[in-house]
């Protein structure tokens, strides 16, 4: 009889442990980034305008911010008292705005050539005017407005820099830990692990885009959706007008995260059928694609 009870209690002890804390995100970058801190310990569900049912069990919702989510406000209050913690992961991150100009006060390349092994100095100084004339050549937009640019609107692409997906991880982790304390410990393991990932993929496209002579390093996109990509590994990027237009010598890509058609070469910003299902793989597919867009071929 004991032995039935015995088993009776971890059945049901098993039953109740088996139960993820649901979370709600509001994009699928934020579900692949809970799961990985979470584990098996959490289960996120991708919600929308067009489908807010994941919130009605979420402990709680990750969004964007920036303006991105001007529907949760009133789906949340519809639940009332049962709506879920709100938590907004661009909070604390650095934003800029979608005119920018951040490549004009890049520090360069190597500040002080004249401190380098002589047998650098050349090289150096040669990538610094490189790197000069390149931030020369890239015209000024004085009304980005007759383009439909609100010069003031914040840039919402926080996500194409690994520093800030890391800034991200840490915060679900801490969130996670709270609404589920006793996991804590199994959570800080696998945000440990995710960090480690991050800035793995971090050192790999620094690694990638040294490849790219300095003066072919501008950037110009559909949407311009890559401006803090470009600001963490030193290219221009300018907004996609036809001033902007004709600055890289080489074919413009265009960003496809809708499933849009769209000319090749594609750059994703999203998960879509038939492209890169995880954000590592997504961010090194860009990189490879913008590193062949930007390196001179040879003469063929």
Same mark, same amino acid.
């Given at each position: 009889?004991?032995?039935?009870?015995?088993?009776?209690?971890?059945?049901?002890?098993?039953?109740?442990?088996?139960?993820?804390?649901?979370?709600?995100?509001?994009?699928?970058?934020?579900?692949?980034?809970?799961?990985?801190?979470?584990?098996?310990?959490?289960?996120?569900?991708? +919600?929308?305008?067009?489908?807010?049912?994941?919130?009605?069990?979420?402990? +709680? !919702?990750?969004?964007?911010?920036?303006?991105?989510?001007?529907?949760?406000?009133?789906?949340?209050?519809?639940?009332?008292?049962?709506?879920? #913690?709100?938590?907004?992961?661009?909070?604390?991150?650095?934003?800029?705005?979608?005119?920018?100009?951040?490549?004009?006060?890049?520090?360069?390349?190597?500040?002080?050539?004249?401190?380098?092994?002589?047998?650098?100095?050349?090289?150096?100084?040669?990538?610094n005017a490189a790197w000069e004339k390149l931030v020369k050549t890239v015209p000024k937009l004085e009304v980005p407005e007759q383009y439909g640019y609100d010069p003031e609107a914040v840039d919402a692409h926080l996500w194409?820099?690994?520093?800030?997906?890391? &800034? +991200? !991880?840490?915060?679900?982790?801490?969130?996670?830990?709270?609404?589920?304390?006793? &996991?804590?410990?199994?959570?800080?393991?696998?945000?440990?692990?995710?960090? *480690?990932?991050?800035?793995?993929?971090?050192?790999?496209?620094? &690694? #990638?885009?040294?490849?790219?002579?300095?003066?072919?390093?501008?950037?110009?996109? *559909?949407?311009?959706?890559?401006?803090?990509?470009?600001?963490?590994?030193?290219?221009?990027?300018?907004?996609?007008?036809?001033?902007?237009?004709? !600055?890289?010598?080489?074919?413009?890509?265009?960003?496809?995260?809708?499933?849009?058609?769209?000319?090749?070469?594609?750059?994703?910003?999203?998960? !879509?059928?038939?492209?890169?299902?995880?954000?590592?793989?997504?961010? #090194?597919?860009?990189?490879?694609?913008?590193?062949?867009t930007l390196t001179p071929q040879p003469a063929g």
């Amino acid at each position: 009889m004991r032995s039935f009870v015995f088993i009776l209690s971890v059945f049901f002890c098993g039953l109740l442990h088996a139960a993820p804390l649901k979370v709600a995100v509001t994009h699928p970058f934020f579900a692949e980034w809970v799961e990985q801190v979470g584990g098996d310990e959490v289960e996120a569900v991708v +919600v929308s305008e067009d489908d807010t049912s994941g919130l009605t069990e979420a402990a +709680v !919702v990750y969004e964007s911010g920036l303006g991105q989510e001007p529907w949760l406000d009133g789906a949340l209050e519809e639940l009332g008292d049962n709506a879920p #913690r709100r938590i907004v992961l661009s909070d604390g991150i650095p934003t800029m705005t979608v005119t920018e100009e951040f490549w004009a006060s890049m520090p360069l390349p190597h500040p002080n050539p004249e401190k380098m092994p002589e047998c650098c100095r050349k090289d150096a100084s040669d990538t610094n005017a490189a790197w000069e004339k390149l931030v020369k050549t890239v015209p000024k937009l004085e009304v980005p407005e007759q383009y439909g640019y609100d010069p003031e609107a914040v840039d919402a692409h926080l996500w194409f820099d690994p520093l800030n997906a890391q &800034s +991200v !991880v840490l915060v679900i982790n801490e969130t996670l830990a709270e609404a589920a304390p006793d &996991s804590a410990d199994a959570f800080d393991r696998n945000a440990y692990t995710a960090l *480690d990932e991050l800035n793995a993929l971090d050192g790999w496209i620094k &690694s #990638r885009i040294r490849d790219v002579p300095m003066g072919d390093r501008v950037l110009v996109t *559909d949407g311009g959706s890559f401006r803090y990509y470009a600001k963490q590994y030193g290219l221009a990027a300018p907004l996609d007008t036809p001033e902007y237009m004709g !600055v890289s010598l080489k074919e413009t890509p265009t960003a496809d995260g809708h499933a849009c058609e769209c000319a090749s070469p594609k750059l994703y910003t999203d998960f !879509v059928e038939g492209g890169p299902a995880t954000y590592d793989a997504l961010m #090194r597919q860009n990189t490879d694609l913008i590193i062949e867009t930007l390196t001179p071929q040879p003469a063929g």
